[in-house]
C-alpha cells in the first residue's frame, strides 16, 4: 500500500541547532516526493520537491530509496522555521498522499 | 493574498443539511482539488478535476459532490449521506494535473450541529 509516513508529531529545537524532520515512505514504483509547509496564519505551501535537488530557505531533503526516506535537514535552525511541516508522494496518477505533518517549534 | 479564495472561513451546519464549499482561482489552472484534513491526519483527497466540465473521486468521495462549470470555479457540496463531516477542507489548483506544485486556499472549517 501507498503510504507516506511522518513518525514526530511534534519536534522543538533550540535556535542554532540542526533539524530533521523524518519522512519515510511505502511505494511500488519512482517516487515523486514533496515537502510542503504551513507557517501560522498562512496557507499550506511547496517548500521544495526531490527532483530539483535544491535547497530552499535553508532545508534541504535527499532522496534515499534504500531506506525509503526523504528526509527534511537543515543545519542551523531559525525562529522562523516554526511551522507545520508535510511530506508527500505523487503517485502514478498524479495524486499526492500525505503524511499527517510534524510540528516543528524552534525555541529561543 | 490572493490567487485562490476559499468562502466562508467557518461554516456551521445542522444534521441532515447539504452545504456547499465555495473555491475560486485566478490562476488560470487547469486542474484544482478538494481536500479534508482531521485532526493527526495527512490531507486526503475527495474530488479533483483536470478540465472543465470533468472530475474524478478521489479516496474518499462518498457523501460529496462537485461541479467544474467554470475554470475559475469548482464548489464542493457536503451531502447529509457524509457521516461525519465535520473537517477542514481545503481546496487547491495546480496549472495541470501532472504539475507538481500545488497551490492552495486558506481552508474553510466546517462544523456540523
Known amino acids: 500500500a501507498q503510504r507516506v509516513t511522518q513518525p514526530e508529531k511534534l519536534l522543538s529545537v533550540f535556535k542554532g541547532a540542526p533539524v530533521e524532520l523524518k519522512c519515510n515512505y511505502s511505494?511500488?514504483?519512482?517516487?515523486?516526493l514533496f515537502w510542503y509547509v504551513q507557517y501560522s496564519r498562512q496557507r499550506l505551501q511547496l517548500l521544495l520537491r526531490?527532483?530539483?535537488?535544491?535547497s530552499i530557505k535553508g532545508f534541504t531533503a535527499d532522496l534515499n530509496k534504500g531506506e525509503t526516506s526523504f528526509h527534511l535537514k537543515k543545519p542551523f535552525a531559525q525562529e522562523e522555521d516554526s511551522a507545520m511541516y508535510y511530506c508527500?508522494?505523487?503517485?502514478?496518477?498524479?495524486?499526492?498522499?500525505w503524511g499527517a505533518g510534524t510540528k516543528l517549534i524552534i525555541k529561543p | 493574498d490572493g490567487g485562490i479564495t476559499q468562502s466562508p472561513k467557518y461554516l456551521f451546519r445542522k444534521e441532515g443539511q447539504n452545504v456547499t464549499l465555495s473555491c475560486e482561482q485566478n490562476?488560470?489552472?487547469?486542474?484544482m482539488y478538494w481536500y479534508r484534513q482531521d485532526p493527526g491526519q495527512g490531507l486526503r483527497l475527495i474530488y479533483y478535476?483536470?478540465?472543465?466540465?470533468?472530475?474524478q473521486k478521489g479516496d474518499i468521495a462518498e457523501g460529496y459532490s462537485v461541479s467544474r462549470e467554470k475554470k475559475e470555479s469548482f464548489p464542493l457540496t457536503v451531502t447529509s449521506a457524509q457521516k461525519n463531516p465535520t473537517a477542514f477542507y481545503l481546496c487547491?489548483?495546480?496549472?495541470?494535473?501532472?504539475?507538481?506544485?500545488?497551490?492552495f486556499g486558506p481552508g474553510t472549517r466546517l462544523t456540523v450541529l
Open positions: 526531490h527532483i530539483s535537488r535544491e
Open positions: 511505494y511500488s514504483g519512482s517516487p515523486e
Open positions: 478535476s483536470q478540465i472543465v466540465n470533468d472530475f
Open positions: 508527500a508522494l505523487r503517485d502514478s496518477n498524479y495524486q499526492l498522499i
Open positions: 487547491a489548483s495546480s496549472k495541470g494535473l501532472a504539475t507538481d506544485t500545488q497551490y
Open positions: 490562476l488560470n489552472h487547469d486542474a
